[in-house]
């Protein structure tokens, strides 16, 4: 079910996107939009990963380095079906971490040394578990492509005016230009964030079963909502558009499922995985 309603808010966006190319500059500029918007997508596609890790000057670490994170790396890569990812350290007493790359053959895990220093080797499990999972099912380029449209869209946005009040085809005239210039990129940010949450909560099961062990991934999950309010992240606040690449909500948050949450509520995720502990079906 979560794997084809995040199709079905992909197939939103795309679909909005196309739409207001139209309405905003017929077919050619509905053209002109979406080469550029695919040339976006290429790069992140290319790109994404070690932008990610540069921005939050993540370190690779080896064996040597991080004995017991790698090991774990390793041996939950190994259960999840997956090739080795590259492991990184990020210098940042918020725990958090998060998972880039493509495609499992270029797959990454990042953690942070405030991660590291809170978590047993249980619950280190668990979040690596859930990490790669991201990784098996190549959610990090479903997010890296929606956030492509997302800023396409809004990129059409503010070229309504321009390109949509003065058209004579335009059936919208200038206030549905203004309505698409504030409307567009709203509807855009929601269909995201529902994707990033559906994600969550996919990446939660997947996670559980790759470490074998849901409490342990619940029990991670509780002291991240415990943590990942009271302690800043300064690097994820000047980059606010990454927030959902995180296991936990580099910027806080209201705890609750809301429209415009990037991730689940941690009582909802913890609740799901106590349920599937016990053997409960959704």
């Not at 966006?13 to 077919?27: D, E, H, R």
């Not at 578990?129 to 956030?147: F, N, Q, V, Y």
């Not at 705890?255 to 995985?273: K, Q, V």
């Amino acid at each position: 079910m979560g794997y084809a309603r995040t199709a079905l808010l992909l197939g939103v966006m795309t679909a909005l996107f196309v739409g207001i190319g139209y309405m905003l500059g017929g077919q050619t500029g509905m053209v002109i939009a979406f080469v550029f918007a695919a040339g976006m997508n290429l790069f992140a596609y290319w790109n994404s990963d070690t932008m990610v890790l540069r921005m939050y000057n993540a370190r690779q670490v080896t064996e040597a380095d991080q004995p017991e994170l790698v090991e774990v790396v390793r041996f939950m890569a190994h259960n999840a079906g997956i090739p080795m990812p590259k492991v990184y350290v990020v210098e940042n007493d918020q725990p958090n971490a998060f998972a880039t790359g493509r495609n499992p053959e270029h797959g990454a895990v990042a953690v942070t040394t405030g991660l590291l220093s809170m978590m047993t080797r249980e619950e280190l499990a668990g979040v690596i578990g859930h990490e790669l999972s991201h990784i098996k099912h190549r959610d990090t380029l479903t997010m890296t492509i929606t956030a492509t449209i997302a800023g396409a869209i809004g990129m059409l946005a503010n070229f309504a005016l321009f390109f949509g009040g003065g058209r004579r085809n335009n059936p919208l005239g200038l206030v549905g230009a203004l309505l698409i210039m504030i409307l567009a990129p709203l509807t855009a940010m929601l269909v995201q964030m529902a994707i990033s949450r559906t994600r969550e909560y996919e990446a939660d099961r997947a996670g559980a079963e790759v470490c074998g062990r849901p409490l342990w991934l619940a029990s991670a999950l509780g002291k991240l909502g415990r943590a990942s309010g009271r302690i800043p992240n300064a690097a994820a606040e000047r980059n606010p558009a990454t927030a959902h690449i995180f296991i936990a909500n580099p910027l806080g948050g209201t705890g609750t499922d809301s429209l415009f949450a990037t991730h689940p509520s941690m009582e909802n995720r913890i609740a799901r995985l106590r349920d599937m502990a016990a053997g409960k079906s959704d």
